[in-house]
């Protein structure tokens, strides 16, 4: 099993968490949500792909949190923030295709 660091952002703080490459999105998750002390109800959650330099928020996970990490492409220090929903949810647009 691939030992993996996920760099987590939630507003101005950083975290650096240890994860499995074959743990489930959900796991990181929970790590996440746990680490930075939030308290909101997970549904209102997620992490999303980001970008530190331009704060920009990258791809989302909806739909694949079954999935595990090395699946869904999230590696060493990959980069991810939390998002805590009020209202709905943006979707990701990406415009490079």
Request: charged share 30%; with cysteine; glycine share 6%.
């Amino acid at each position: 099993m691939d030992s993996i660091t996920v760099r987590v952002f939630h507003g101005l703080n950083v975290k650096l968490i240890a994860m499995k490459s074959s743990d489930p999105y959900n796991y990181l998750l929970s790590k996440a949500v746990a680490e930075f002390n939030i308290t909101d109800d997970l549904s209102n959650v997620r992490l999303r792909g980001y970008k530190p330099n331009t704060d920009s928020m990258l791809d989302t996970f909806t739909g694949k949190e079954d999935k595990r990490l090395d699946e869904l492409k999230i590696g060493h220090y990959r980069n991810l923030c939390i998002e805590i929903k009020s209202g709905e949810f943006e979707e990701y647009c990406n415009l490079s295709q």
